[in-house]
């Protein structure tokens, strides 16, 4: 025989209403800090506590001494040379880019390979793709473009 369990509300006067519970609510215990317990990668058991205490924040923890700092300018412009390449040869052929796959520094600016999705078929396995190649000055306008190859989504490079 299954029992109902209800829960216990504030009522507008300061009390306490039951809303159809038979069973007694067990005890909650002590005040004390909850504890968990987790797995660790290792297979081992660690218990952590609780408590008031806060862990120093995450950047306060590592250590940047002895590093050499990022070189976050190249990799960006990188990308954007890429991003806007992919963006300026969907809006010349109308096909959606599917993603650059190459992206090298030339003689005179750069030559970035956009894999795009020229014709869409279900299943996607068997839709056509095409790689171009792009030629763009070192502002990273368009000088020319080409495509290099046509194939099947599914299809490896052989």
Known sequence: MAEARGTRR????????????????AATGTSRPKSTTRSTAKGTAK???????????????????????????????????????AEELAALIGHEAEGVSAVRRGEAGWRVEVDVVEVLRIPDTTSLLATYEM????????????????FRRGWADG
């Open 10 to 25: 504030a009522t507008r006067s300061g009390g306490t209403k039951s809303t159809g519970s038979t069973r007694p609510k």
């Open 47 to 85: 218990s952590t506590a609780k408590s008031g205490a806060k862990s120093p924040p995450r950047d306060a923890r590592k250590s940047t001494a002895g590093r050499a700092p990022a070189k976050a300018p190249a990799a960006s412009r990188l990308r954007e040379i890429a991003t806007e390449a």
């Open 135 to 150: 030629t763009l000055d070192e502002e990273g306008r368009l000088v020319e473009y080409r495509r290099l190859r046509r």
